[in-house]
């Protein structure tokens, strides 16, 4: 599966041919901080990643567009949805926008001063007060979607490792050598950040490893 280059190919290879089951959160850090915004934060997080990859069916990446496939999901069986997922995304948008970050341990306090400035596409400049946890909730789901950042030069590895093997070769030590260092031989390794978004085999089974960010349209 690895020689797709693109990441949404492999996920829709995955879900033609087998079933995703997650596992847990690589980073203990954020996994602790989003515990403090619900106790079942990750396993929504966990679905609205997959949703927002089209894993379910066609899915805007809009947090509001995921938020409704959540709904429609409803991975926990919460007995209201409708309000549930809307009520907990706000939650994660503004604790995130407030202070909670996926590197630093969180207490759960939020440090905040003034607000945020949009402008309009007339050119009217608003001013949002991110002290109103509910309006300024209400603005962040509506103006945020889902990205995700580069894979890493792993994956780039991986999918080389792959192409070869259905050439029924290894890779030549001048290709390894592209794809580790920046002028292709030696010396300065290529400082791509990340690693995720592609198959690996660890004790006989399989894994694939995915991150997301949450940005402003």
Do not use: H
Request: aromatic share 14%; with cysteine.
């Amino acid at each position: 599966m690895n020689e797709k280059d693109s990441f949404l190919s492999i996920i829709n290879a995955i879900k033609e041919n087998y079933s995703l089951e997650y596992v847990g959160c690589r980073n203990e850090v954020f996994e602790q901080n989003i515990a403090i915004v619900d106790s079942r934060m990750e396993e929504v997080l966990s679905t609205a990643v997959l949703a927002q990859s089209s894993y379910y069916g066609a899915c805007d990446s809009d947090v509001k567009d995921v938020c409704n496939k959540m709904i429609e999901l409803n991975p926990i069986n919460v007995k209201n949805p409708q309000m549930f997922y809307p009520a907990k995304f706000k939650d994660f948008l503004f604790d995130s926008f407030a202070g909670m970050t996926a590197s630093s341990i969180w207490n759960g306090r939020k440090r905040l001063t003034g607000g945020y400035i949009d402008v309009s596409r007339n050119g009217e400049m608003l001013y949002y007060r991110a002290m109103s946890d509910d309006i300024f909730g209400n603005y962040l789901f509506e103006n945020t979607y889902f990205d995700r950042p580069d894979r890493g030069a792993c994956k780039d590895f991986a999918v080389a490792q792959a192409k070869a093997y259905l050439e029924n070769r290894e890779l030549t030590e001048d290709e390894v050598n592209a794809l580790i260092y920046k002028n292709g031989v030696s010396g300065t390794k290529k400082a791509k950040k990340g690693d995720f978004g592609y198959v690996y085999k660890r004790n006989n089974d399989y894994f694939i490893d995915l991150n997301f960010q949450i940005r402003f349209r």
